[in-house]
């Protein structure tokens, strides 16, 4: 027996459908995983047959515990990841989803010509380089390569360099902020906050130490 983050726990009991304590075994046969509010996700690399993970609402920067599994598609939205350096360490990736992250260089993704069949980068700071360099390369392999559109790029920047890990973007159903990780909310994947570019530019240019009091008050 062995035991396990409580995130990561709570995920596999799910999985499983049944209780704690898991063996070695249980962990082995584990190929899909959707862990939700993690801080830490050491024990994942336990899980030797991962093939799926979706990461919801991780606190942590990098992915490093993932190194060396059969991942074959990987989700991880509105967390605290700065880091796909473990892309390659995944040979087998063939999906990325990585909307509203705090990822600003994606080098990695070019640094080889993987068919990536899926690979959504919404909603993050990339860097001018990665931006206007790094994501044409990956736009002549990838055509189904999603990304936020300039505007809602350069907001998320302005974002980030004013000291607030927010992130903007743009759907079907509007222009939203949220604040991905856990360190501004205990729900990132939810209650985003709906606002137009020109009014979240304007708060930007008068005060950014007042946004955060843009969201509703018992979600602060």
């Known amino acids: ?23 070695r075994q249980d ?20 899980l030797t047959g991962l093939r799926v993970v979706r990461l919801i609402a991780y606190g942590g920067r ?6 060396g599994l059969p991942v074959t598609v990987l989700e991880v939205k509105v967390s605290a990841v700065s880091d796909l350096a473990v892309v390659g360490e995944l040979p087998k990736l063939r999906r990325l989803r990585a ?10 993704l070019a640094s080889d010509e993987r068919p990536f069949r899926e690979l959504d980068l919404t909603g993050n700071p990339l860097s001018d380089h990665a931006y206007h360099e790094v994501l ?3 736009r002549e392999r990838q055509p189904q390569l999603r990304v936020s559109g300039e505007r809602e790029w350069r907001l998320t920047r302005r974002l980030h360099a004013s000291g607030l890990p927010f992130d ?12 991905p990780g856990l360190e501004h909310t205990a729900y990132p994947d939810a ?5 137009e570019p020109d009014e979240l530019e304007a ?17 602060t």
């Open 1 to 23: 027996m062995t035991t396990l983050d409580p995130a990561i726990e709570r995920a596999i009991q799910l999985q499983l459908q049944r209780d704690p304590p898991f063996t």
């Open 27 to 46: 962990l082995a046969a584990v190929e899909g995983l959707a862990v939700l509010g993690a801080t830490d996700i050491s024990d994942l690399a336990r």
């Open 62 to 67: 990098d992915l490093t515990p993932l190194a």
């Open 99 to 108: 909307r509203n992250n705090a990822i600003t260089e994606i080098d990695v």
């Open 136 to 138: 044409p390369v990956l």
């Open 168 to 179: 903007y973007y743009h759907d079907d159903e509007g222009y939203w902020l949220c604040r």
């Open 191 to 195: 209650d985003h906050l709906e606002i």
């Open 203 to 219: 708060a930007l240019d008068r005060d950014p130490s007042g946004i955060p009091g843009l969201f509703p008050a018992y979600d």
